[in-house]
């Protein structure tokens, strides 16, 4: 007989699980972020999107709301690559309630730094991100 599980933080245990997997290749910072990522979500009322595709086909979309010139708020989609995520929640972090032409100073060593190193394979992913914030930022700009 299959044993039945209500309630019982299955799905926590294997969250935290997931976390310490990924924290044997990456720091614990960007463990964290590819398992609870920060701002996985689509804005609906946003003043400028961005969408790029890296030479990897890795895909990242960042929309960004902009109120009095400053990002007030910032999401981000991507593929199921779990780099990428970690680089679109930690990008989407570091825009919050920069200026634009603040946010466009963000490099994809900030992001690298932020997250406290990738593996060298994974590099590029950083700079989907930066790429991506870019796009949305001249979508802001171009209005």
């Known amino acids: 007989m299959t044993q039945q599980h209500t309630g019982d933080g299955a799905l926590d245990r294997y969250w935290a699980a997931l976390k310490q997997t990924y924290s044997r290749i990456y720091s614990e910072v960007a463990a964290d972020h590819m398992v609870f990522p920060r701002n996985a979500a689509e804005i609906k009322k946003h003043s400028c999107f961005g969408i790029v595709t890296d030479d990897y086909d890795e895909m990242m979309s960042i929309w960004l709301e902009i109120s009095d010139g400053r990002i007030v708020n910032a999401a981000f989609t991507c593929d199921e690559c779990i780099t990428c995520t970690a680089c679109g929640s930690i990008i989407t972090?570091?825009?919050?309630?920069?200026?634009?032409?603040?946010a466009l100073a963000i490099t994809a060593q900030g992001v690298l730094d932020e997250l406290q190193g990738l593996p060298e394979e994974d590099r590029h992913c950083a700079e989907l991100a930066v790429g991506t914030l870019r796009a949305a930022i001249n979508d802001y700009i171009g209005n």
Request: hydrophobic share 20%; no cysteine; net charge negative.
């Open 93 to 102: 972090e570091l825009a919050r309630n920069k200026t634009p032409e603040e």
